[in-house]
Nanobody
Framework: EVQLVESGGGLVQPGGSLRLSCAAS????????MSWVRRAPGKGLEWVST???????SYAEFVKGRFTISRDNAKKTLHLQMNSLQPEDTAVYYC?????????????WGQGTQVTVSS
């Protein structure tokens, strides 16, 4: 059974930083691409970033240069370092063992972690 536990969210001022984590179990983590998606208040799921099993990564334009995705295969953990946070980054963030174009179609979501950017 796939289990995903996101953590690391919180309240931060504009310009601040947070580091999200996703602890994964129930599948061969190291062989899967992993993605972060988010859901802002009143909006649908939005792809944020993907890191592949080989280590290559992709980012949505609105986070390029600010967010960095990484993975620790030994610990089966995915991370998202978020810098220069803006109010529009406020959302619940989820991880998924999916590539970029199918990440928002994943169904076995964890509880997510809330990120609120506000002064």
């Amino acid at each position: 059974e796939v289990q995903l536990v996101e953590s690391g969210g919180g309240l931060v001022q504009p310009g601040g930083s947070l580091r999200l984590s996703c602890a994964a179990s129930g599948f061969a983590f190291s062989t899967y691409p992993m993605s972060w998606v988010r859901r802002a208040p009143g909006k649908g799921l939005e792809w944020v970033s993907t890191i592949r099993d080989g280590g290559s990564s992709s980012y949505a334009e609105f986070v390029k240069g600010r967010f960095t995705i990484s993975r620790d295969n030994a610990k089966k953990t995915l991370h998202l370092q978020m810098n220069s946070l803006q109010p529009e980054d406020t959302a619940v963030y989820y991880c998924a063992p999916r590539e970029r174009f199918t990440a928002t179609q994943f169904s076995s979501w964890g509880q997510g972690t809330q990120v609120t950017v506000s002064s």
